[in-house]
């Protein structure tokens, strides 16, 4: 279990979050090189840092009297003990209403996890940014809650967002430095009804950048760690919200699924994560990877958690035509839907084709068929299904590849005021991860938008819909069964085989990832349940009537880390800007460790965006290969591993130091790293 969070006094959490000498101060017994120790910098600007020293003061005195509210807001939290890990929407919206807590104090708990497991220890680098304003949203909810009462179950609840989803009060970036700077000027329309539902916008989580794949790396957000094992990824495109929630960041979050975005990351964190059926809640406001397939929702860590999430979202947008089926009828209620004995007589298809018989889909395939047993016991009637033809009618079924390009045109023309306009500019001017290049670059050939390709994949889906609905109809079928991801969780690196995630994906059909065990390495791993058209409701009491009778939501383990050893060889920096920036990096080429501390001056940039490295081409930078820090970051130290190939450009000075800011936003300050 993770330790438990010490109680703050309402003082103690503003100053908590607006001081920054008090963070270092509790910091320091992280280890730091040598001079790499970020006090030792502060020195060498003094009078900058009593400055902003003063300034913080005052505003954390300002801030702690407009905060001042009747003593039955903060009553009973300076000394309690109340635990936020693991807890359940339900306890923490009962224990603000019994004043146990306030909304403050979840937050500023929220935030220690953050930076004790995010930001520092196994530094899992879910979170791309905070939201500065979470905490006064925090205290004007508390406000609400004492003079008015409460909204419903999430008013005061912390929650997490994609960073794909558009937020009026903090830029929506879909984790590319590309986007860094850009503030949309609506919310989407899920974040609108979270909002109108009291809850807190905590912040933004890392995503697979632009949505382009599974394993979550980006060049603003960088390589996000699977909690249970941190050598491994954490699914994606959701993977920050999916390692965000799986640590108890927050009570729930918000991600996305154009094929396997949000079922896949629960399932490689031990979470209930739900694709719906297409038109359930709006992606209106949601950076789009393609319109036909998108679909947004929450992931959670109790089939509970989830309905709340649900509840709060679905139901009709005009701006999204794929909602009409609610403009005169309400949205279901998944939390009256929940049944602890919804196996019971239930009739489940075992979709055997999507098991796989490669010697590694064996274990986890084996797993899935004891889960399978244990619906048996508790009532299913189970039975092996046939969809004539399925492996052909599902290949060349996606729309991606056809869509992306256009629909990234489309969204971001509408936004006027995007700091790019395309895929292809992204691609020229080199602000994107080298891990995306080949697939960006793929699906920028595209060169029509109604292509016969493109038009055949959407009649293969229309095909593939009718044939597995008639197959569900035909048998009396409540659910289709098989694995959320058939092969174990990818180290951090590798290539991630084994998804499932096109079925639900070219039908548009609900399916809902359930925690099902681990593997003989603790690896998390899931079943999915696919249901038929607005079946939302069911397919999750079925989850929840097997999380009730099993229990097999395990909670992460954060080993502490080891010795850090020593390094060798320091590195020159020489910037072609008039702003300063001190650095020290320094390469041990034993470990092919690069250690960096990278400060910049307040205020010298403007907002920072992100600090990066990137490849040296011959008409300036390359893609993004490491990302440092992220937005808000003026100081960043930490250690990253070099693959043979990235010594060797380091060592023929092809790695570039590049910090984006608001001054410089598409990276035009930047230094070679120089081995002298």
């Not at 050893?565 to 020489?574: F, K, N, R, W, Y």
């Not at 501390?597 to 907002?607: C, H, W």
């Not at 040296?616 to 808000?632: N, Q």
Request: charged share 20%; net charge negative; glycine share 8%.
């Amino acid at each position: 279990m993770l330790a438990t969070i010490r109680s703050y006094s309402l003082m103690e959490q503003v100053m908590s979050t607006m001081n920054p000498f008090l963070q270092l101060r509790e910091r320091q017994h992280y280890w730091y090189p040598g001079k790499l120790h970020p006090l030792n910098h502060m020195k060498k600007w003094g009078d900058m840092y009593l400055v902003n020293y003063f300034l913080n003061c005052v505003t954390i005195s300002l801030l702690f009297l407009l905060s001042c509210y009747p003593s039955s807001v903060t009553d009973n939290t300076d000394s309690i003990d109340f635990e936020v890990s693991e807890a359940t929407i339900m306890e923490l919206h009962n224990a603000m209403l019994e004043n146990q807590v306030t909304s403050l104090y979840l937050v500023n708990s929220y935030l220690d996890r953050i930076d004790r497991y995010d930001r520092s220890g196994p530094a899992l680098n879910s979170i791309i940014r905070l939201n500065p304003d979470a905490q006064q949203q925090a205290i004007a909810l508390d406000k609400e809650r004492v003079e008015n009462g409460m909204r419903g179950p999430l008013h005061g609840i912390p929650v997490l967002l994609k960073d794909n989803y558009n937020t009026t009060d903090m830029p929506t970036s879909a984790s590319s430095v590309a986007l860094a700077s850009f503030i949309p000027q609506n919310d989407a329309f899920q974040v609108k009804k979270l909002r109108e539902a009291g809850a807190v916008i905590l912040g933004k989580t890392n995503m697979h950048e632009l949505a382009a794949g599974i394993t979550t790396v980006s060049s603003l957000g960088g390589q996000t760690k699977n909690p249970y094992d941190i050598s491994r990824n954490p699914g994606g495109s959701s993977g920050g919200t999916g390692t965000a929630i799986a640590a108890s960041f927050a009570a729930i979050g918000w991600g996305s699924d154009t094929c396997g975005s949000i079922r896949i990351p629960a399932s490689n964190n031990n979470l209930f994560g739900l694709r719906p059926t297409k038109g359930l809640a709006s992606t209106q406001g949601i950076i789009p990877l393609s319109h036909t397939q998108d679909v947004g929702g929450p992931l959670a860590r109790t089939a509970q958690d989830l309905a709340i999430g649900l509840n709060a979202i679905a139901g009709y947008d005009p701006a999204d035509s794929y909602t009409d089926v609610f403009v005169d009828t309400n949205p279901p209620d998944f939390v009256k839907a929940l049944d602890r004995n919804a196996l019971q007589n239930a009739r489940i298809g075992i979709l055997t084709v999507l098991f796989g018989d490669a010697p590694e889909d064996q274990e986890i395939g084996r797993m899935v068929r004891e889960a399978i047993d244990t619906m048996e016991n508790l009532g299913s009637e189970t039975m092996e299904v046939s969809i004539p033809n399925l492996e052909s009618m599902l290949q060349g079924s996606s729309v991606i590849a056809h869509e992306f390009k256009w629909d990234l045109i489309d969204y971001l023309e509408a936004t006027n005021v995007s700091p790019v306009n395309s895929l292809e500019e992204i691609l020229e001017q080199g602000l994107f991860h080298v891990a995306l290049e080949e697939t960006f670059r793929r699906r920028l050939a595209d060169e029509e938008r109604n292509d016969p390709e493109y038009q055949q994949a959407l009649r293969k889906q229309q095909a593939l819909r009718k044939a597995v609905i008639d197959i569900m109809e035909a048998q009396e079928l409540d659910a289709l069964v098989y694995p959320t991801m058939r092969r174990p969780i990818a180290r951090i690196g590798d290539r991630q085989a084994g998804s499932t995630c096109q079925l639900s994906a070219s039908t548009g059909l609900p399916a809902l990832s359930v925690p099902a065990g681990f593997t003989e390495d603790r690896q998390p791993f899931a079943i999915e349940l696919l249901g038929l058209p607005f079946s939302d409701p069911d397919l999750l009491a079925l989850g929840f009537s097997f999380e009730q009778n099993t229990d097999h939501r395990r909670p992460p383990f954060f080993a502490p880390l080891g010795d850090q050893g020593l390094l060798q060889i320091s590195i020159d920096t020489h910037f072609s800007t008039t702003e300063i920036a001190h650095t020290d990096f320094i390469f041990d080429p034993a470990k092919g460790s690069l250690k960096y501390l990278v400060s910049i001056p307040t205020g010298t940039l403007g907002d920072i965006y992100a600090m990066t490295l990137q490849l040296a081409e011959e008409k300036g930078s390359g893609g993004v290969i490491y990302r440092l820090s992220g937005p808000g970051n003026h100081m960043v130290n930490g250690e990253i591993v070099l693959d043979p190939r990235m010594i060797a450009r380091l060592k023929a000075d092809e790695i570039v130091l590049t910090i984006f800011s608001s001054k410089y936003p598409k990276g035009e300050m930047r230094s070679p790293l120089t081995i002298p």
